[in-house]
């Protein structure tokens, strides 16, 4: 075997015109997969937010309407015996099971610039512990409650019907410090409970 054939079999490689048109390739190909790619990340971090916020919603009905169901008496101020741990009050229903005094009661929570939705209980007295059932609530207005009929504007023990509307903030936000975009889209929903008759 001659020197000449020892050198053209170690000189495999690309050329130059094939590294030209690869380069050219990837700077066609590139731009459109990284669109491809913001576009998903955008995306699923909206899909992210949008399930947060309807968690929240599942969260808060699952437990509000078996309470408003089930309820006695309602009332929209702190029964002696089980005080709100929230910041504000929205609504108690009270009832007897048996022979234990039930008392539940939905309040918000403001902590750390963030505001909660939070279910608290206690029986014959005695606090359990707490539930937020709904997380990121809008800062600019409390969640609306509608009690019918009502007495002096406020529910009683004659309301039988109860609706709660809560709105979440639409973009989940890194820090509390961090304020909402334009972009974000608040989500509200509304829950509707009536009192059980015999």
């Given at each position: 075997?001659?020197i000449l054939d020892r050198v053209r079999r170690d000189?495999?490689?690309?050329?130059l015109p094939e590294l030209l048109v690869a380069v050219?390739?990837?700077?066609?190909?590139?731009?459109?997969?990284?669109?491809?790619?913001?576009?998903?990340?955008?995306?699923?971090?909206?899909?992210?937010?949008?399930?947060?916020?309807?968690?929240?919603?599942?969260?808060?009905?699952?437990?509000?309407?078996?309470?408003?169901?089930?309820?006695?008496?309602?009332?929209?101020?702190?029964?002696?015996?089980?005080?709100?741990?929230?910041?504000?009050?929205?609504?108690?229903?009270?009832?007897?099971?048996?022979?234990?005094?039930?008392?539940?009661?939905?309040?918000?929570?403001?902590?750390?610039?963030?505001?909660?939705?939070?279910?608290?209980?206690?029986?014959?007295?005695?606090?359990?512990?707490?539930?937020?059932?709904?997380?990121?609530?809008?800062?600019?207005?409390?969640?609306?409650?509608?009690?019918?009929?009502?007495?002096?504007?406020?529910?009683?023990?004659?309301?039988?019907?109860?609706?709660?509307?809560?709105?979440?903030?639409?973009g989940v936000d890194a820090s509390p410090a961090t304020?909402?975009?334009?972009?974000?889209?608040?989500?509200?929903?509304?829950?509707?409970?009536?009192?059980?008759?015999?």
């Amino acid at each position: 075997m001659s020197i000449l054939d020892r050198v053209r079999r170690d000189d495999a490689g690309f050329t130059l015109p094939e590294l030209l048109v690869a380069v050219a390739v990837a700077a066609i190909v590139m731009p459109a997969v990284s669109m491809v790619l913001v576009t998903s990340f955008k995306t699923t971090t909206g899909t992210t937010e949008r399930l947060a916020a309807s968690n929240a919603a599942e969260m808060t009905s699952s437990w509000f309407i078996a309470d408003v169901q089930s309820a006695d008496e309602y009332g929209q101020t702190d029964v002696a015996s089980c005080k709100s741990p929230g910041t504000h009050l929205l609504f108690t229903a009270s009832r007897t099971n048996g022979t234990d005094a039930v008392v539940t009661g939905y309040a918000t929570l403001d902590s750390g610039g963030e505001r909660s939705l939070i279910r608290y209980r206690c029986v014959n007295g005695t606090a359990e512990p707490t539930v937020t059932v709904a997380y990121d609530l809008d800062q600019a207005a409390l969640p609306g409650l509608v009690c019918e009929p009502t007495v002096a504007g406020k529910c009683a023990s004659t309301t039988t019907h109860v609706a709660l509307a809560v709105t979440v903030n639409g973009g989940v936000d890194a820090s509390p410090a961090t304020t909402e975009t334009s972009d974000d889209t608040d989500y509200t929903f509304n829950l509707n409970g009536t009192r059980r008759t015999s």
